[in-house]
């Protein structure tokens, strides 16, 4: 008869009692303490497989995971328990068994390692290195947003196992989440819950049998349509929605059940990331958008791909804008009267700085301008139009600069020699109101700080000109799709950041290419907008969510 194993909370001796005392008391042989004996649910103390139980760390659909002691090495591990129903599934049972051995093949440093796969006293089990940290979810549920490259330099480092993973071995993970990620205490990223992922060299009558398999918040399409031929891009999509839900502390789709998230995630688009969070880059926002697009066939093809394309995003984000050093909060002032005397300084400076520009503005204005020369009334001697300095008489008639400057016919002398035209100037545009956008850019940049000299504006002008242009014939371009306008928006971007760069120093490009960002926001949301639009009514029309969904349980601090 099948035997409990479990240890004396008192002196710790190991006990072995019959499975008919299950949840009965007893008495220790040894210290003679009276002891409950665990029933079939996991309690600290208990040994299963060599394994001491300490701790639960969580539990989910699949099982138990708890902290124990290899009483063997004397080491602490993550001690994975299988759901006893799911035990007597031999379907499950084989497939488990199979995938512990993939996992046991796996040796990178961003994968939790897995020590021994077995079965004791009618429960499987995995044993892995415990991580001493918390899990990216964990962080999201104290209300934890991440900052951009923080959360680029955790997925990247995700990336990078999953790489490994799928070029070595040709392993999925299909339930990639915040629960699975956890960063240790020294820093470093462990991707962790490798047990149900599948390798397509195995036998697919066992590794894809049309299940379901994943936490639906973060399941690509292709998963929530439970289809067959899912490959690394499912994945792509999963760390996408992972790096979503890191940049905005919102999930991409919620709903009040498994069947209407899987619906929404088939059918519907997230809300755009810049509109949950500003602070998120354009680069980084189209980073996630196409690592979540419906078609897997518009992802990025490779994990080599979302590697390349998460540098360069951090390379443009630390170019994005100059560099402001933090002012320290707890500074103590000597006295009230010198953080007055700040306050003041500060509005005076402000004061001076913008009558500083707005001069130069009028100043701008009166030089790009043409001048206009007002004559005195006809019969008033030119002798007597200034004081300070004497006049010299023109020998020929005046120059007409302006229609309201005619000279008067008794002025001019009766043999006039006429003088070669001059070129003639042009006269302002006075009904216009409104600066054009050459001005409008100018003055917005100076509210940031950046003031360009005229040599300036000669050499980003024509740069600017065609970054408007290439803009605006994306936007006429109907026949172009959600991703490929997207791509074209990121190298027209990436061109004209290369070209300012060449003509202003790194400090001023960055001012500029930052004002262009925030100013192409709303330009990328109308160029954008109607290819996403006809891109979800096609999947509307095509697409619906499977009937056999389930709701998984809430996820654990150590993955499940």
């Not at 509109?275 to 958008?289: A, D, Q």
């Not at 006075?430 to 001005?439: I, L, N, V, Y």
Request: hydrophobic share 40%.
């Amino acid at each position: 008869m099948p035997e409990i194993k479990f240890s004396c909370m008192k002196c710790g001796s190991e006990i072995e009692a019959e499975t008919t005392l299950a949840g009965k008391v007893m008495q220790c042989p040894r210290c003679h303490n009276a002891l409950k004996v665990p029933d079939e649910c996991m309690v600290p103390g208990m040994v299963l497989g060599g394994y001491t139980l300490e701790k639960m760390l969580g539990q989910g659909g699949m099982g138990e995971v708890w902290l124990a002691t290899q009483t063997s090495m004397g080491r602490k591990v993550a001690l994975k328990i299988l759901n006893p129903s799911l035990s007597k599934d031999k379907e499950f049972i084989k497939r488990f068994t199979n995938e512990m051995k993939m996992v046991g093949m796996l040796d990178h440093q961003g994968i939790v390692s897995a020590y021994e796969a077995g079965n004791a006293n009618g429960f499987y089990f995995l044993a892995t290195s415990y991580v001493d940290g918390e899990t990216i979810a964990s962080m999201l549920e104290s209300g934890k947003v991440f900052k951009e490259k923080e959360a680029l330099e955790v997925v990247k480092k995700v990336a990078e196992a999953l790489k490994y993973a799928w070029d070595k071995y040709q392993i999925l993970h299909r339930d990639i989440k915040p629960a699975n990620i956890m960063i240790e205490k020294g820093g470093e990223v462990k991707l962790m819950d490798m047990g149900i992922s599948k390798s397509l060299k195995e036998d697919v009558s066992i590794t894809m049998t049309g299940i379901i398999v994943g936490t639906p918040y973060y399941m690509s399409p292709e998963q929530a349509k439970a289809e067959r031929d899912i490959d690394q891009r499912a994945d792509i999509y999963s760390l996408g929605a992972t790096l979503y839900h890191m940049l905005t502390g919102r999930l991409p789709y919620d709903a009040t059940s498994a069947m209407a998230i899987l619906a929404r995630v088939i059918s519907e688009q997230a809300t755009l990331v810049r509109k949950l969070n500003s602070n998120v880059s354009p680069e980084c926002e189209m980073l996630i958008g196409k690592m979540m697009s419906k078609d897997k066939n518009q992802r990025q093809a490779s994990w080599q791909e979302v590697i390349d394309d998460i540098e360069e995003t951090i390379e443009n984000d630390n170019l994005a804008a100059p560099i402001i050093p933090e002012v320290p909060e707890n500074i103590p002032m000597k006295s009230d009267w010198l953080m007055k005397a700040g306050v003041i300084l500060i509005i005076a400076c402000f004061v001076i700085v913008s009558i500083a520009l707005i001069k130069r503005g009028e100043n701008r204005r009166a030089a790009s301008s043409d001048i206009e020369v007002k004559d005195d009334a006809p019969g008033v001697d030119s002798e007597k139009k200034t004081d300070s300095a004497p006049v010299v008489k023109s020998k020929g008639p005046p120059r007409v600069i302006s229609s309201r400057a005619q000279p008067s016919v008794q002025e001019q002398p009766a043999d006039v020699v006429k003088e070669p035209k001059s070129p003639a100037v042009e006269i302002p545009d006075t009904s216009r109101k409104e600066p054009g956008k050459g001005a409008t850019i100018l003055s917005e940049l100076a509210d940031r700080g950046l003031v360009l000299s005229e040599k300036e504006i000669e050499k980003v002008a024509p740069i600017l000109k065609d970054y408007y242009r290439d803009l605006a014939q994306l936007k006429e371009n109907r026949s172009a799709t959600f991703v490929e306008k997207r791509d074209k928006i990121k190298a027209i971007v990436y061109d004209t950041k290369k070209k300012v760069e060449s003509k202003l120093s790194k400090e001023r490009a960055a001012i500029l290419m930052k004002y262009l960002d925030d100013e192409r926001y709303q330009k990328v949301h109308d160029i954008l907008a109607p290819a996403q639009m006809n891109q979800r009514r096609l999947h509307q029309r095509t697409d619906t969510p499977p009937a056999h969904a389930t709701m998984p349980a809430p996820a654990s601090t150590h993955g499940k």
